[in-house]
């Protein structure tokens, strides 16, 4: 077995413990595998091991990936900022940003589906920076609201709006806990307000704090290190 197929395997099964751990169904966490900087060639030792669902943070470093593997199989997701100018590529290689936290990029977004990818529906998260770090991008708690009201009201075409993302609280794993546990009220709070069955989806937790968010109810965590190694 190659060192990402054993990396694989044993992050799985760590997450579907954590999973019933945590009272929920052995599959109800989503592993993205965060290729972002990995080759080709590594992504493509995490195909053979059965990884499907990879998350990829620069436009750049994706196109060197997507396209050449052209494998309909696969799920990508965008997990960096974007600049809105490069809506196009995000509609036609991804399935789903995580990363939306402007009603500017959202229509920009929803153009580009339009335009170049009309069939086909992007799956979108909003960034929210639940715990007022400065350095942090994303969304306040009201600002998230605020927006997604907007969002609803508009109704944007060939986008479905799924859920929340946060990035936890470097080296604190109490703030980090809280963090996770905010950003799960307000995706519920959001669901209840709006009426939107769909908004169901938790992106949060990486290599060091997926435990921490698995346990306060993430749904999907990204997670690179573990898998691949240290990146360069
Ligand atoms: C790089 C990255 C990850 C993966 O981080 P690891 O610590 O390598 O697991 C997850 N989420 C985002 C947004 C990232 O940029």
Redo the contacts with the bound molecule.
């Keep these: 077995m190659s060192h990402v197929a054993d990396n694989l395997k044993s992050t799985r099964e760590r997450i579907q413990q954590l999973s019933l751990g945590a009272g929920r169904a052995a599959n109800d966490v989503c592993l993205i595998a965060?290729s972002?900087t990995r080759s080709l060639a590594e992504v493509e030792q995490a195909i053979s091991a059965g990884q499907t669902v990879f998350?990829e943070?620069t436009v750049q470093d994706a196109l060197t990936k997507i396209p050449q593997l052209n494998n309909p199989v696969l799920e990508w997701h965008f997990?960096?900022h974007l600049q809105s100018k490069k809506s196009k590529q995000v509609a036609e290689n991804f399935q789903w940003i995580h990363t939306v936290d402007s009603l500017k990029l959202a229509q920009k977004l929803s153009a580009a589906m339009q335009q170049h990818n009309p069939n086909n529906i992007l799956n979108c998260l909003l960034q929210v920076n639940v715990s007022g770090e400065a350095s942090k991008s994303g969304l306040s708690r009201d600002e998230t609201i605020f927006l997604l009201s907007d969002l609803v009201e508009l109704n944007l075409p060939n986008l479905a709006w799924r859920g929340l993302m946060t990035?936890g609280v470097q080296g604190d794993e109490a703030e980090t806990r809280k963090a996770f546990s905010d950003l799960r009220k307000l995706r519920d709070e959001c669901r209840d307000k709006f009426n939107m069955e769909d908004f169901d989806q938790l992106s949060m937790g990486?290599?060091?704090d997926y435990d921490l968010a698995i346990e306060e109810g993430a749904t999907m965590v990204?997670?690179?290190?573990?898998l691949f190694g240290q990146?360069k």
Excluded: F, L, W
Aim: no cysteine.
């Design positions: 965060v972002k998350g943070n997990i960096g990035i990486m290599s060091g990204r997670i690179g290190t573990d990146r």
